[in-house]
């Protein structure tokens, strides 16, 4: 019976870290951080490896998309020195793939993540043109039953008004408001710690690539469909 590439025990030092959130405790265990480490390592190599079955990611290294556990303190209120979850992002290669991956494992709060988190205005602007030019395309995506069961619904900050340029009564008006366009969904720490969480991360990241796809579609061409890039 095959082993799970993310023990317990990495959860376990996540809990401890948490309750010993100090640098004297974390360089006391220094030595057991990179041995847990090397399983995230494994972990994002498996599934990088997937991945480029579907799509092509910018590094084929697992270990270089893994975010660093010590925490930029500078403008935070919370002075914790370490991050308290193993995370890692990945971004797809090339100009005309827009767009990005993301894993957060953490016990009790373990999600992925993808779209896009803060769009240039400009990049916004166009998102909104192919919006207000025709929605259903982007509609259908999101009710695909499969993305529904996946994801639920489109997430993302949203403003209350109506975006300048763009008309109230609009039927794309609820698209329009947006401001982020996030998928997320979320995993159980057992199924976190399973044999088959790589395949479960890479089926979640393959439901998420049409609504990729359509954004880096229109983000790589003007409104008359004529390439940017």
């Known amino acids: 019976m095959s082993k799970p590439l993310i023990p317990?025990?990495?959860?376990?030092?996540?809990?401890?870290?948490?309750?010993?959130?100090?640098?004297?405790?974390f360089n006391a265990h220094k030595e057991r951080y990179l041995s847990e480490l090397k399983h995230i390592e494994s972990f994002a190599d498996a599934l990088v490896a997937k991945m480029n079955k579907d799509d092509v990611i910018e590094t084929l290294s697992g270990k270089k998309s893994l975010h660093r556990i010590y925490r930029d303190v500078r403008f935070s209120k919370n002075?914790?020195?370490?991050?308290?979850?193993?995370?890692g992002s990945f971004t797809r290669a090339t100009k005309l793939r827009r767009g990005s991956y993301y894993f957060h494992f953490e016990p009790s709060n373990s999600f992925i993540a993808g779209g896009f988190w803060g769009p240039e205005p400009s990049d916004l602007?166009?998102?909104?043109?192919?919006?207000a030019f025709d929605a259903e395309p982007f509609r259908k995506i999101l009710k695909n039953k499969t993305f529904i069961?996946?994801?639920?619904?489109?997430?993302?900050?949203?403003i209350?008004?109506?975006?300048?340029?763009?008309?109230?009564?609009d039927k794309a008006i609820d698209l329009l408001r947006y401001k982020q366009f996030?998928?997320?969904?979320?995993?159980?720490?057992?199924?976190?710690?399973?044999?088959d969480i790589v395949k479960q991360v890479n089926e979640g990241f393959k439901t998420m690539r049409p609504f990729l796809n359509y954004m880096s579609d229109a983000l790589t061409t003007d409104?008359?469909?004529i390439s940017t890039v």
């Open 125 to 131: 602007k166009r998102i909104r043109d192919e919006f």
């Open 160 to 169: 209350k008004t109506t975006p300048k340029g763009y008309n109230a009564n």
């Open 8 to 25: 317990k025990s990495s959860f376990d030092f996540l809990k401890l870290l948490s309750k010993n959130n100090n640098r004297d405790w």
């Open 182 to 195: 996030l998928l997320i969904k979320r995993f159980t720490d057992k199924e976190v710690l399973s044999t």
């Open 223 to 225: 409104v008359n469909g």
């Open 79 to 87: 002075k914790t020195p370490y991050n308290t979850h193993w995370g």
């Open 149 to 158: 069961k996946t994801f639920g619904t489109l997430n993302g900050e949203q």
